[in-house]
Nanobody, 123 residues
Framework: VQLVESGGGFVQTGGSLRLSCAAS????????MGWFRQAPGKEREFVAG????????WYTDSVKGRFTISRDNAKNTVYLQMNSLKPEDTAVYYC?????????????????WGQGTQVTVSS
């Protein structure tokens, strides 16, 4: 089972990036998925999550209104559209999948993790 993130990079404040997480080796269409991030010297934090159907989504307060999580179950892929990026969004972003149908804000509830993709926002 693999989760592979892509789409990270370097962007200026106010810019946008779209992260993708492609899953292989297992069908995740019945599983909750999430995005986490970890900045240098900080703990990994929950960013956004989406239920198996895409009908329910959750966001940490600092990204509400700026980030949008979505999924395409036919492609076994989850996305994170990030707009109005700020320097404090700089981090390594990780995709994660849980065996449960709905996501959680707790990293311990996730069973599969990607390797991460770096997002750097300059001021």
């Amino acid at each position: 089972v693999q989760l592979v993130e892509s789409g990270g990079g370097f962007v200026q404040t106010g810019g946008s990036l779209r992260l993708s997480c492609a899953a292989s080796g297992r069908d995740f269409s019945k599983n909750g998925m999430g995005w986490f991030r970890q900045a240098p010297g900080k703990e990994r934090e929950f960013v956004a999550g989406i239920s198996w159907s895409g009908g329910s989504t959750w966001y940490t307060d600092s990204v509400k209104g700026r980030f949008t999580i979505s999924r395409d179950n036919a492609k076994n892929t989850v996305y994170l559209q990030m707009n109005s990026l700020k320097p404090e969004d700089t981090a390594v972003y990780y995709c994660a999948a849980t065996h449960r149908a709905y996501c959680s804000g707790y990293a311990i509830m996730y069973d599969y993790w990607g390797q991460g993709t770096q997002v750097t926002v300059s001021s």
